[in-house]
């Protein structure tokens, strides 16, 4: 595709599950990061790859947030156990160089 | 790490009037950084970056200007149309190769 794509587009889950957010990045991006916005904020670095390494989890909020990208390409974000607390809008962006972000459209997580 | 400040939370002018944003950052070692305009429901899009050996950067009605010395950058809008209207989010890469870390962001309302 053209841009950059997350899914699902909206998520509710009940608070102790599981959930998995999937981002597809612009082909040939080496670079994919992972945001979480609240609503009338900046997005909050969570974690960014560039091809398959994990270069920099910093942002993670705690052990119950993990990402993988396994083959360069797709990444999944996994929040386990999830809490209310972990509600809000997960983007993700993908970069050719490092450089000139380009955001998808995000996926709003409900935990209720 | 990288903290970045951004002036003022919300601004409103009249349609033809210029607007200001200011930002602050902290890493002396940052070297790039770029503005974000997100409209309502949309992903943070790219309009304009500079890198830490320009002053000035600009593209058409739009400009972006960088202080090293008191580590601020300002985003400048000329001639604003109600199409401005959004939010705007400035960023600073953490240390030379990093991850972004944004601005709480500026809310634009351009009056007709």
């Known amino acids: 595709g053209a841009g950059v794509s997350q899914s699902p587009r909206y998520k509710v889950t009940k608070r102790g599950q599981d959930v998995a957010l999937r981002c597809d990045p612009i082909?040939?991006?080496?670079?994919l990061y992972w945001y979480r916005q609240a609503l009338g904020q900046g997005p909050e670095f969570l974690t960014y790859f560039n091809y398959e390494a994990q270069q920099d989890k910093s942002g993670l909020p705690n052990d119950r947030f993990s990402a993988e990208r396994p083959e360069g390409s797709i990444s999944t974000l996994t929040i386990q156990r999830t809490e209310q607390r972990d509600s809000a809008m997960y983007r993700c962006a993908s970069s050719l160089s490092g450089e000139k972000l380009f955001f998808g459209s995000g996926t709003q997580l409900s935990v209720l | 790490g990288e903290n970045v400040e951004q002036h003022p939370s919300t601004l409103s002018v009249q349609e033809g009037d210029s607007a200001v944003i200011k930002c602050t950052y902290s890493d002396s070692a940052s070297n790039y950084f770029p503005w974000y305009k997100q409209e309502l429901g949309k992903g943070p899009q790219l309009i304009i970056d500079?890198?830490?050996?320009?002053g000035e950067k600009k593209d058409q009605r739009i400009a972006v200007t960088l202080n090293k010395t008191a580590k601020h950058f300002s985003l400048h809008i000329t001639e604003t149309q109600p199409e401005d209207s959004a939010v705007y989010f400035c960023?600073?890469?953490?240390?030379?190769?990093?991850?972004?870390?944004f601005g709480k962001g500026t809310k634009l309302s351009v009056k007709p």
């Open positions: 960023a600073a890469r953490q240390g030379s190769q990093g991850n972004l870390i």
């Open positions: 500079i890198r830490s050996n320009v």
């Open positions: 082909s040939g991006h080496v670079s």
